[in-house]
């Protein structure tokens, strides 16, 4: 029997506070979801939310799946409302695995994303966020270390400062990835690529339904797919993201942004996307670094 993780340090920024794993009270069919960042945390709500649902329209999982390791809103905050659900619960996280506390009887679905898409998705992100954005994450109490500052003007100096600042101006990608991909063959995680959900979402739906052992009715299954197409949730973005999109420029529209892969083709220089390849075999060895690449397992 593989050892379950275990949980083994605490992890704080402008972002994390991992210590409220510590006081989460799990329910045997919690189901959380975890990626690193930009990698389809959002997709895979709502995925999860239409297949607890069955297919319901209204479905605010921006609202109802929390970010728990976010240090906003206060602990007790998320807490009563999660505690407040009577449908089968599901959260997510950006923690790598060891800050976290595991549950055998929960359900745990992970989300990988080739970094250079990563990047590209994350600085769209960062550089249309508000003054409430930096607001919130760099004046609130309790902030650990640096504030996060606005970032550059351009997105290839982003991404070699993110490549050579081991995942800065947020955290560490490799460490996150390295963390959970050990425990992918564990019986309650389910390992899911941003690739394949783009090359065909029908089969990796189905796949999270037997994972979730979530019965669908065959006649569930059009509203299912209809509500997790990308245009179905750029339409509806308001109610995906977090706060209804307050933090951004643009709204919820501007979260919800391309769903695209391979923009950074014809920007990156071909030096630091090698650089960036060679870092991914160094920090997580063949097998991991090219399940990143091409979502094959």
Same mark, same amino acid.
């Given at each position: 029997?593989?050892?379950? /993780?275990?949980?083994?340090?605490? =992890?704080?920024?402008?972002?994390?506070?991992?210590?409220?794993?510590?006081?989460?009270?799990?329910?045997?069919? *919690?189901?959380?979801?975890?990626? %690193?960042?930009?990698?389809?945390?959002?997709?895979?709500?709502?995925?999860?939310?239409?297949?607890?649902?069955?297919?319901?329209?209204?479905? &605010?999982?921006?609202?109802?799946?929390?970010?728990? *390791?976010?240090?906003?809103?206060?602990?007790?905050?998320?807490?009563?409302?999660?505690?407040?659900?009577?449908?089968?619960?599901?959260?997510?996280?950006?923690?790598? =695995?060891?800050? =976290?506390?595991?549950?055998?009887?929960? $359900?745990?679905?992970?989300?990988?994303?080739?970094?250079?898409?990563?990047?590209?998705?994350?600085?769209?992100?960062?550089?249309? &966020?508000?003054?409430?954005?930096?607001?919130?994450?760099? *004046?609130?109490?309790?902030?650990?270390?640096? /504030?996060?500052? $606005?970032?550059?003007?351009?997105?290839?100096?982003?991404?070699?400062?993110?490549?050579?600042?081991?995942?800065?101006?947020?955290?560490? %990608?490799?460490?996150?990835?390295?963390?959970?991909?050990? &425990?992918?063959?564990?019986?309650?995680? @389910?390992?899911?690529?941003?690739?394949?959900?783009?090359?065909?979402? /029908?089969?990796?739906?189905?796949?999270?339904?037997?994972?979730?052992?979530?019965?669908?009715?065959?006649?569930?299954?059009?509203?299912?797919?209809?509500?997790?197409?990308?245009?179905?949730?750029?339409?509806?973005?308001?109610?995906?993201?977090?706060?209804?999109?307050?933090?951004?420029?643009?709204?919820?529209?501007?979260?919800?942004?391309?769903?695209?892969?391979?923009?950074?083709?014809?920007? @990156?220089? &071909?030096? =630091?996307?090698?650089?960036?390849?060679?870092?991914?075999?160094?920090?997580?060895?063949?097998?991991?670094?090219?399940?990143?690449?091409?979502?094959?397992?």
């Amino acid at each position: 029997m593989d050892m379950l /993780p275990e949980k083994t340090r605490e =992890l704080h920024n402008h972002h994390f506070d991992s210590t409220v794993w510590n006081d989460f009270k799990f329910r045997d069919d *919690d189901i959380v979801i975890g990626t %690193y960042a930009k990698s389809g945390t959002t997709w895979v709500q709502q995925i999860v939310g239409q297949l607890v649902f069955d297919g319901n329209e209204d479905v &605010a999982v921006g609202e109802i799946s929390p970010w728990i *390791d976010l240090r906003v809103p206060p602990k007790e905050e998320k807490f009563g409302m999660i505690e407040s659900q009577d449908h089968r619960r599901f959260v997510k996280t950006h923690l790598p =695995l060891d800050a =976290l506390v595991f549950s055998p009887k929960a $359900k745990y679905i992970y989300i990988g994303r080739d970094g250079r898409d990563v990047v590209w998705s994350f600085y769209n992100h960062h550089l249309n &966020a508000n003054d409430l954005w930096y607001e919130i994450l760099n *004046d609130s109490p309790g902030r650990v270390g640096p /504030p996060i500052d $606005k970032p550059k003007d351009s997105v290839v100096e982003y991404f070699r400062d993110w490549l050579e600042n081991d995942g800065y101006p947020i955290w560490s %990608y490799w460490e996150n990835i390295g963390t959970w991909w050990p &425990a992918r063959n564990l019986d309650n995680v @389910l390992f899911l690529h941003y690739a394949k959900l783009k090359e065909d979402m /029908p089969g990796e739906i189905r796949r999270v339904a037997d994972f979730l052992e979530i019965d669908v009715s065959p006649d569930r299954w059009p509203a299912i797919l209809e509500h997790c197409s990308f245009d179905y949730m750029k339409a509806n973005a308001e109610q995906a993201t977090p706060l209804g999109g307050a933090v951004w420029e643009g709204g919820a529209k501007t979260f919800v942004h391309k769903g695209k892969n391979g923009r950074w083709q014809n920007e @990156l220089p &071909a030096e =630091l996307s090698d650089v960036y390849e060679k870092m991914a075999v160094e920090k997580l060895g063949a097998e991991c670094a090219d399940w990143l690449k091409t979502g094959k397992l």
